[in-house]
């Protein structure tokens, strides 16, 4: 089993930045890819950004140029900082990652983007 936790989220302003933090623990051997979900109110979860062990990256093409994933793979660590948040970006953020092909997920923070 891996544990995820989040922490970081909040409440901002439009324009304004916030950075998450996910840490990755148990069975963490054979992690691949680490990751961003979010969700936000009557809508799908959908992907926001990945990192694999590489270094290697995907984002949404909603963030791109916006928001920045980084991973510290000896700490197990995966980093989402978000610049120039705008409302729609509001949503639920989970952390995920993926491991022996079980998809693990945190318990999710809250961001929220006021205008």
């Known amino acids: 089993q891996v544990q995820l936790k989040e922490s970081g989220g909040g409440l901002v302003q439009a324009g304004g930045s916030l950075s998450l933090s996910c840490v990755a623990s148990?069975?963490?051997?054979?992690?691949?890819?680490m990751g961003w979900h979010r969700q936000a109110p009557g809508k799908q979860r959908e992907l926001v950004a990945i990192?694999?062990?590489?270094?290697?990256?995907n984002y949404a093409d909603s963030v791109k140029g916006r928001f920045t994933i980084s991973r510290d793979n000896a700490k197990n660590l995966v980093s989402l900082q978000m610049n120039s948040l705008k409302p729609e970006d509001t949503a639920v953020y989970y952390c995920?990652?993926?491991?022996?092909?079980?998809?693990?997920w945190g318990q999710g923070t809250q961001v929220t983007v006021s205008s």
């Open positions: 995920t990652t993926v491991r022996l092909g079980v998809r693990f």
């Open positions: 148990g069975s963490t051997f054979g992690i691949a890819a």
């Open positions: 990192i694999f062990v590489g270094g290697s990256t």
